[in-house]
């Protein structure tokens, strides 16, 4: 029976995208039976996690000074129109408000692809002087693309959970400094979801609509395909003018502001499952697991009353930490409760036997299969403890993933078309054109740092494609 139910999973080496809908469903993060095509309904369960992983993206970008605001979703056609590129860049994917009730309305409304063109008219009023700035704010919402390549939870949807970060700064220089804050807390927000990246430049015919530079991570998932997880720009004066932003200096002249925004939708949980997750099912880093602890009394042919006495004790002891906890005291075999709490991606169990009930221990395993005997004491601390060596196996399980999927190539012939391959690029675009043709895929940006999880060597090799050097090490992959 156990085996049965263990061999559903599609096996994720060979069938990825099977492996990541059937998890999605088996696990029940979210349920696609809504009758909109490419909008998801989160289920309490995966809505857990996406709001522990805004609580994460809060806890690491309000240090940084950001404040939390909220904007309307309707944005007039007239405000969206202002920025040439950035609505000739979303143009094709915006949906229309056209009527209110019966009636036509003057103005068509959009309902919001993204925020630069629903705030920025209202930064003109907030921002008048030198000292109201720099302005930082974000919001999480939800924003809407009618995305035309096939739909995917998490991963391409037209309802987008969305964290958006939008600055105003004095000038380039502070833009630049807020673009690299943002990325260093970018860097944060990885390390505790134990997720490897790489972190590039993309190239100017890539870069987000209406942008002066836009720095990606991208998170390579398996085979050549890799998954955009978080962007920042810097978009120099390129909306402030169009808009109208302007402030005055201590000298009393009127300057137009430089600004940057930031941004992480729901794919940023897409990723977390896609690389960590296993064929036995999801596998949640600490931070983000709806549940953390699962405590599983085992009576085997015993009384089980004072098994589940226990367990209420030590769960009682846990939840005076701020750690979150389950029981499942029901009737079944203990192999079956195994099977669903580690689809479900449960980071650690805790099982009370009767001889742990005994000797007054505790024994645990982590979602990898690690085991450790919990002493008689401080029981939080040494879950906390045991939670914090399982991140640390997780993202040493993920870096060796990573360094078998990202393949370094030195040259031409070093490429493998099957993997996401670190190459040398001179910047050109007809280059990038030849990537494309000759292996299929496409040049997604110059490394903005080495991945800690690969040596690269000190400079980068020449172009793989007109063999000029001087260029730099640059992510060529599959974006998904
Ligand atoms: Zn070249």
Redesign the pocket.
């Known amino acids: 029976m156990l085996r049965a139910l263990m061999a559903q999973l599609p096996d994720k080496e060979s069938s990825f995208f099977e492996w990541y809908n059937e998890v999605l469903e088996v696990a029940n993060v979210t349920d696609k039976r809504y009758p909109v095509k490419g909008v998801n309904v989160w289920t309490p369960f995966g809505f857990k996690a996406v709001s522990l992983m805004d609580r994460l993206i809060r806890e690491k970008v309000i240090p940084l000074g950001y404040q939390e605001v909220c904007f309307p979703t309707l944005i007039p056609e007239s405000e969206l129109n202002k920025e040439a590129e950035h609505i000739k860049g979303f143009g094709e994917e915006v949906y229309w408000v056209t009527h209110g009730g019966r009636t036509e309305l003057d103005i068509k409304l959009a309902l919001r692809p993204t925020s630069e063109t629903a705030m920025y008219p209202i930064f003109a009023l907030w921002v008048r002087s030198h000292r109201d700035l720099p302005l930082q704010v974000f919001q999480i919402v939800n924003t809407f693309r009618y995305e035309t390549k096939s739909t995917r939870p998490l991963i391409r949807v037209r309802e987008i959970h969305f964290f958006e970060g939008h600055t105003v700064q004095l000038g380039d220089a502070e833009a630049e400094s807020q673009a690299r804050a943002d990325l260093a807390s970018f860097r944060e927000i990885a390390k505790v979801l134990c997720l490897p990246y790489v972190m590039d430049r993309r190239p100017d015919w890539d870069k987000f609509p209406g942008a002066f530079y836009s720095i990606a991570c991208d998170l390579p998932v398996g085979g050549n395909r890799t998954l955009q997880i978080g962007t920042v720009h810097h978009y120099s004066q390129n909306f402030a003018k169009p808009y109208g932003i302007s402030y005055e200096d201590k000298d009393g002249a009127r300057l137009v502001p430089s600004q940057t925004t930031y941004g992480i939708s729901e794919r940023l949980l897409g990723g977390t499952i896609a690389i960590h997750g296993d064929q036995k099912g999801l596998v949640w880093p600490s931070f983000v697991a709806p549940t953390q602890v699962v405590i599983i009394p085992i009576p085997g042919e015993n009384d089980p009353a004072p098994l589940i006495a226990r367990a209420e004790e030590v769960r009682a002891e846990l939840l005076r930490t701020p750690l979150r906890v389950e029981i499942d005291a029901t009737e079944g075999r203990p192999g079956a409760k195994y099977y669903a709490w580690e689809m479900k991606g449960v980071p650690l169990r805790i099982e009370i036997g009767r001889r742990e009930l005994e000797e007054g221990t505790l024994s645990a395993v982590n979602r990898l299969g690690g085991r450790t005997k919990l002493a008689k004491g401080d029981t939080a601390a040494q879950v906390q403890a045991a939670l914090a060596a399982y991140d640390v196996a997780l993202t040493e399980r993920a870096r060796k993933s990573f360094a078998t999927n990202v393949n370094i190539a030195r040259d031409g012939p070093g490429v493998v078309a099957e993997k996401a391959n670190l190459v040398g690029?001179?910047?050109?675009q007809?280059?990038a054109q030849e990537v494309e043709k000759r292996w299929g895929l496409s040049v997604l940006g110059r490394l903005e740092e080495a991945p800690e999880a690969l040596s690269l060597g000190p400079a980068p090799p020449a172009?793989i494609?007109?063999?000029?050097s001087g260029?730099a090490w640059s992510l060529a992959a599959k974006a998904l």
């Open positions: 690029w001179c910047g050109e007809t280059c172009c494609v007109c063999s000029k260029g």
